[in-house]
């Protein structure tokens, strides 16, 4: 997102207050984003709140005294992305029907941008047949149109017509935006822990929360390819547009991995598997008795070994994950080449700003060849299309 320039239309209703968000995080992603908006939103946000967000000039008027006279035709021309939420009947009746009668719909009708909206209503407006037909309309035009959520509405009635979730506003936008170099690849990503059960109340696991793969999936979705996610549990939504697969035992997990590898492209390992498991699982609740209890633990599967003894034979790029205390290039460099991997992303999780439970990593990637790329602090998004953009290097040859 960074660099993008995205212009985000406020339209009248009640949901006007979650486009702050929208903004918010849009900026945070580094777009550069302008806010345009009816006037009948500005009674329900102010104005100032989208300039203080986005840091620069809210239009809500067609004749306001800072608007430029082309303002009303740049704007939607120099934007990469028009995004209208919330979306309400009026804007998407207007919309349909080529009205333009403020600096919003105006602006609009004169954008070339892709535009994308959220609507957001009450059901039986939401469901009412001229809205449905306006929507189908502009879904002929080439329009994107979200689909709302359903739930209890801010009119007292329940069903659908929630605006989505900021949150999944954003990532929409950003599988708009994002370049589909990887339309055609299969890409299978594991992420988080596993757990290994001592009785029904108790396993042992890792504090891996499956930030960095679950950002893998999202961005080989955004860029085109054909994504399956098996993942360990973690607290985290799965990604939309790919195959979640989720598993518990490192059993499990390389049972799933194995089903799915026909056709792969490429195996991104981030899940951080338990390498010991208990001997035996006690079918009850063991009770606090002795004052020391002794615990058998055996290997679990090496998932990542034997993928690296089949690499050659299926021709997919595998990609491996090294969360290391001590020893960082030593340690990754053992399990790159004992392993038959072609890249290992080396993270040094002693590190306050980096590894588990944290949105940032400071990584090293390092190859068969021996060569490495240090990277600096970087969000997981970025380290992950970053890692995506290697693997396919490595692919293409």
Request: hydrophobic content about 45%; charged content about 25%; overall charge neutral.
């Amino acid at each position: 997102m960074n660099g993008k320039k995205i212009l985000i239309g406020i339209t009248g209703g009640i949901a006007a207050y979650k486009a702050a968000d929208v903004v918010r995080r849009l900026v945070k992603a580094g777009a550069r984003t302008r806010v345009v908006m009816t006037e009948a939103s500005a009674r329900f946000v102010t104005p100032l709140t989208f300039e203080a967000l986005s840091g620069h000039r809210v239009i809500h008027e067609m004749f306001h005294e800072g608007t430029r006279p082309m303002d009303h035709i740049a704007w939607g021309q120099d934007a990469d992305l028009v995004i209208i939420a919330p979306a309400t009947a009026d804007i998407i009746g207007k919309m349909a029907h080529g009205i333009a009668d403020d600096f919003l719909s105006t602006c609009i009708l004169a954008a070339t941008a892709q535009i994308m909206i959220c609507p957001s209503m009450n059901s039986e407006m939401f469901m009412n047949p001229a809205v449905q037909h306006n929507l189908a309309q502009l879904k002929e035009r080439g329009i994107f149109v979200m689909e709302p959520g359903a739930g209890d509405l801010a009119c007292g009635s329940e069903g659908p017509g929630r605006l989505p979730e900021p949150e999944q506003i954003v990532e929409q936008a950003r599988m708009i935006l994002s370049r589909k170099d990887l339309s055609g690849r299969k890409i299978l990503v594991t992420a988080g822990p596993t757990v290994e059960p001592i009785d029904p109340v108790r396993f042992i696991t890792n504090r891996s929360s499956g930030r960095m793969g679950h950002a893998l999936a999202r961005a080989a979705v955004r860029r085109g390819a054909t994504v399956i996610l098996v993942s360990g549990p973690t607290p985290l939504p799965p990604p939309s547009g790919l195959t979640y697969l989720p598993v518990r035992t490192a059993q499990e997990m390389k049972d799933t991995v194995f089903q799915n590898l026909d056709g792969c492209d490429m195996i991104i390992k981030a899940a951080a598997v338990s390498d010991y498991r208990p001997a035996s699982a006690a079918v009850q609740k063991i009770k606090k008795g002795a004052e020391r209890v002794s615990l058998e633990l055996i290997r679990t599967p090496d998932i990542l070994a034997e993928l690296g003894s089949q690499k050659a034979e299926s021709g997919f790029v595998l990609v491996g994950f090294a969360a290391e205390t001590q020893d960082l290039m030593a340690n990754a460099q053992k399990k790159l080449w004992s392993k038959h991997l072609d890249m290992i992303v080396a993270n040094d999780v002693s590190q306050e700003d980096a590894g588990f439970e944290t949105d940032t990593n400071r990584v090293k990637l390092i190859y068969q060849d021996g060569s490495v790329d240090n990277l600096q602090l970087m969000t997981k998004d970025q380290v992950a299309d970053l890692v995506l953009d290697k693997a396919k290097g490595l692919k293409d040859g």
